[in-house]
Protein backbone atom coordinates (compact mmCIF):
# COMPACT_ATOMS: atom_id res chain seq x y z
CA UNK A 1 0.00 0.00 0.00
CA UNK A 2 2.97 2.39 0.73
CA UNK A 3 4.00 1.65 -2.46
CA UNK A 4 0.39 3.17 -3.64
CA UNK A 5 1.05 6.41 -2.23
CA UNK A 6 4.81 6.59 -3.71
CA UNK A 7 3.01 6.27 -7.16
CA UNK A 8 0.12 9.56 -6.31
CA UNK A 9 3.31 11.75 -5.07
CA UNK A 10 4.96 10.72 -8.14
CA UNK A 11 1.91 11.60 -10.45
CA UNK A 12 1.29 14.62 -8.46
CA UNK A 13 4.69 16.03 -8.53
CA UNK A 14 3.91 15.50 -12.18
CA UNK A 15 0.80 17.47 -12.09
CA UNK A 16 2.28 20.14 -10.23
CA UNK A 17 5.47 20.72 -12.56
CA UNK A 18 2.77 20.91 -15.43
CA UNK A 19 1.46 23.30 -13.52
CA UNK A 20 3.94 25.32 -13.22
CA UNK A 21 5.05 25.01 -16.54
CA UNK A 22 1.57 26.42 -17.59
CA UNK A 23 1.18 29.48 -15.76
CA UNK A 24 4.67 30.20 -17.34
CA UNK A 25 3.49 29.67 -20.88
CA UNK A 26 0.92 31.54 -20.70
CA UNK A 27 2.99 34.77 -18.76
CA UNK A 28 5.08 34.06 -21.95
CA UNK A 29 2.14 34.50 -24.24
CA UNK A 30 0.81 37.48 -22.41
CA UNK A 31 3.72 39.59 -22.30
CA UNK A 32 4.52 39.04 -26.34
CA UNK A 33 5.12 42.99 -27.09
CA UNK A 34 5.71 43.69 -22.75
CA UNK A 35 8.40 46.17 -21.81
CA UNK A 36 9.52 46.13 -18.25
CA UNK A 37 10.50 49.24 -16.41
CA UNK A 38 13.40 50.88 -17.60
CA UNK A 39 12.16 50.16 -21.17
CA UNK A 40 13.52 46.60 -21.05
CA UNK A 41 11.88 44.13 -23.35
CA UNK A 42 10.35 40.98 -21.43
CA UNK A 43 12.65 38.34 -21.01
CA UNK A 44 10.80 34.78 -22.15
CA UNK A 45 10.36 32.66 -18.63
CA UNK A 46 11.19 29.28 -18.86
CA UNK A 47 11.01 26.38 -16.19
CA UNK A 48 13.44 24.30 -15.10
CA UNK A 49 12.72 20.83 -13.97
CA UNK A 50 14.81 18.39 -11.75
CA UNK A 51 14.32 14.48 -11.26
CA UNK A 52 14.26 13.91 -7.28
CA UNK A 53 16.88 11.21 -7.27
CA UNK A 54 17.01 8.91 -4.35
CA UNK A 55 18.21 5.68 -4.59
CA UNK A 56 16.17 3.65 -2.86
CA UNK A 57 13.37 5.00 -4.56
CA UNK A 58 14.97 4.68 -7.83
CA UNK A 59 14.88 0.92 -7.63
CA UNK A 60 11.42 0.88 -6.47
CA UNK A 61 10.71 3.09 -10.64
CA UNK A 62 9.76 6.49 -8.60
CA UNK A 63 11.25 9.59 -9.41
CA UNK A 64 9.54 12.25 -8.52
CA UNK A 65 10.07 15.59 -10.38
CA UNK A 66 9.95 19.11 -8.92
CA UNK A 67 10.47 22.72 -10.15
CA UNK A 68 13.81 24.48 -9.45
CA UNK A 69 13.87 27.44 -11.07
CA UNK A 70 11.91 29.79 -13.17
CA UNK A 71 14.58 31.44 -15.39
CA UNK A 72 14.77 34.49 -17.66
CA UNK A 73 15.59 33.07 -20.90
CA UNK A 74 19.27 34.01 -22.62
CA UNK A 75 18.06 34.05 -26.28
CA UNK A 76 18.63 36.99 -28.32
CA UNK A 77 15.48 39.58 -28.69
CA UNK A 78 13.91 40.15 -31.63
CA UNK A 79 14.89 43.39 -33.61
CA UNK A 80 12.45 45.03 -36.31
CA UNK A 81 12.76 47.83 -38.18
CA UNK A 82 11.05 50.80 -37.34
CA UNK A 83 12.64 54.13 -37.22
CA UNK A 84 9.04 55.62 -36.12
CA UNK A 85 8.77 53.70 -33.30
CA UNK A 86 9.89 55.69 -30.17
CA UNK A 87 12.29 52.72 -28.91
CA UNK A 88 14.19 52.35 -31.72
CA UNK A 89 17.73 52.80 -31.89
CA UNK A 90 20.16 55.03 -34.37
CA UNK A 91 19.90 52.63 -36.58
CA UNK A 92 16.06 52.48 -36.43
CA UNK A 93 15.82 48.77 -35.03
CA UNK A 94 13.10 48.36 -31.96
CA UNK A 95 14.27 45.10 -29.61
CA UNK A 96 11.29 42.80 -28.62
CA UNK A 97 10.57 40.40 -26.45
CA UNK A 98 11.86 36.97 -27.72
CA UNK A 99 8.66 35.55 -27.32
CA UNK A 100 7.32 33.24 -30.14
CA UNK A 101 3.70 32.74 -29.78
CA UNK A 102 3.31 29.84 -32.20
CA UNK A 103 6.38 27.96 -30.26
CA UNK A 104 4.49 29.03 -27.03
CA UNK A 105 1.31 27.77 -27.78
CA UNK A 106 3.51 24.10 -29.01
CA UNK A 107 4.12 24.48 -25.72
CA UNK A 108 1.29 25.05 -23.92
CA UNK A 109 0.17 21.88 -25.67
CA UNK A 110 2.60 19.79 -24.46
CA UNK A 111 2.26 20.99 -21.04
CA UNK A 112 -1.15 19.83 -20.81
CA UNK A 113 -0.51 16.19 -22.87
CA UNK A 114 1.94 15.90 -20.08
CA UNK A 115 -0.40 17.21 -17.00
CA UNK A 116 -3.17 14.51 -18.32
CA UNK A 117 -0.83 11.89 -18.87
CA UNK A 118 -0.29 12.33 -14.79
CA UNK A 119 -4.02 12.92 -14.08
CA UNK A 120 -4.95 9.49 -15.89
CA UNK A 121 -1.87 8.10 -13.71
CA UNK A 122 -3.36 9.24 -10.43
CA UNK A 123 -6.94 8.17 -11.31
CA UNK A 124 -5.65 4.99 -12.30
CA UNK A 125 -3.32 4.38 -8.90
CA UNK A 126 -6.70 5.26 -7.10
CA UNK A 127 -8.85 2.23 -8.80
CA UNK A 128 -6.10 0.13 -7.73
CA UNK A 129 -6.03 1.30 -4.13
CA UNK A 130 -10.19 0.96 -4.24
CA UNK A 131 -10.45 -2.31 -5.55
CA UNK A 132 -7.52 -3.49 -3.18
CA UNK A 133 -9.41 -2.30 -0.38
CA UNK A 134 -12.97 -3.45 -1.77
CA UNK A 135 -10.92 -7.27 -1.78
CA UNK A 136 -9.76 -6.81 1.76
CA UNK A 137 -13.61 -6.30 3.02
Known sequence: ????????EVSAS???????????IASN?????????????FRKLEVVF?????????????VPVKVVQIRES??????????QNPRADQKG???MPDVEVVKEMVDMISAMRSYEANL??????????????????
Not at 14 to 24: D, K, L, S, W
Not at 51 to 61: I, N, S, T, V
Not at 74 to 83: A, M, T
Request: charged letters at 20%; proline letters at 7%.
Open 74 to 83: NQPLRLIYDP
Open 29 to 41: IANFESYLPGNRP
Open 1 to 8: MVDLFRAF
Open 14 to 24: GMYAQRIRMNV
Open 50 to 62: EAQEDPYLLQKGY
Open 120 to 137: NAFSTTKDIAQRTIELWK
Open 93 to 95: YVA
